[in-house]
């Protein structure tokens, strides 16, 4: 069936560290990618997202890129913040699932000062 | 405009009891889902509602759940008896058209502990 598999954490960074979440999938079909986070005490909110192969997506300085060849989706992000302290969530959804969302196991980031 | 809403933030309960999950989706969402994350594992996709009709409960994982979604409205998730096994954080999404490629807007999850 269709998963995404992610990179696991915990992931510490010092402020302005360079950042990369792994994510790759599997999936029927064409499907669409996302990347979703969730900052402490608050729900889960898109960040961003690609619905086709080479398309990137973009927000808030992060970015990802729909790699179909190698079927992965990765989050960078050239300069973390204090305030990127999150847990990220890769996902995916496609019409063959019913259009539910195929989420990763989450990769937590600490940003340290 | 006010987003997806969850009641209550946190529940703990005793094995064998009854609990009762609230979402209030954002207004004039149709789509409704229920998601659950279970100990820090991959968020799961539990059920979809278009309106008040279940379409899709394939990620129900018993028969000691069952959703509800009367009026197309609001939506509750009950539990009945608890299990251990059920603790976890459960989330709420909605979205005004099915997902694929579309954006799902998610509430801030429920917590259950069952002891």
């Known amino acids: 069936g269709d998963s995404v598999t992610q990179m696991e954490g915990p992931v510490t960074l010092s402020e302005e560290a360079f950042l990369t979440i792994n994510c790759t999938y599997t999936?029927?079909?064409?499907?669409?990618l996302f990347w979703y986070v969730q900052y402490p005490g608050e729900g889960l909110q898109l960040l961003l997202k690609?619905?086709?192969?080479?398309d990137k997506g973009s927000n808030k300085g992060f970015e990802a890129t729909y790699r179909k060849e190698t079927t992965s989706f990765h989050l960078e992000k050239g300069s973390v913040q204090v305030s990127d302290s999150a847990v990220y969530f890769c996902?995916?959804?496609?019409?063959?699932?019913?259009?539910?969302?195929?989420f990763g196991a989450g990769t937590r980031l600490t940003v340290k000062p | 405009e006010a987003g997806v809403t969850q009641f209550p933030s946190h529940s703990v309960i005793e094995k064998g009891q009854t609990v009762t999950l609230r979402c209030d989706p954002i207004?004039?969402?149709?789509?409704l889902y229920w998601y659950r994350r279970v100990m820090g594992k991959e968020i799961k996709f539990l059920l979809h509602?278009?309106?008040?009709?279940?379409?899709?409960e394939s990620g129900m994982p018993n028969n000691r759940f069952l959703a509800e979604r009367t009026g197309g409205t609001y939506s509750t998730l009950k539990v009945q008896p608890a299990e251990l096994e059920d603790s976890g954080v459960y989330f709420c999404?909605?979205?005004?058209?099915?997902?694929?490629?579309?954006?799902?807007?998610f509430g801030p999850g429920t917590r259950l502990t069952v002891l």
């Open positions: 207004s004039g969402h149709d789509n």
């Open positions: 690609a619905t086709k192969a080479d």
């Open positions: 999404a909605s979205s005004p058209l099915p997902g694929g490629y579309n954006e799902q807007f």
């Open positions: 999936a029927t079909g064409y499907p669409s």
């Open positions: 509602f278009v309106k008040e009709s279940k379409q899709d």
């Open positions: 996902a995916l959804s496609t019409p063959y699932n019913n259009n539910d969302m195929r």
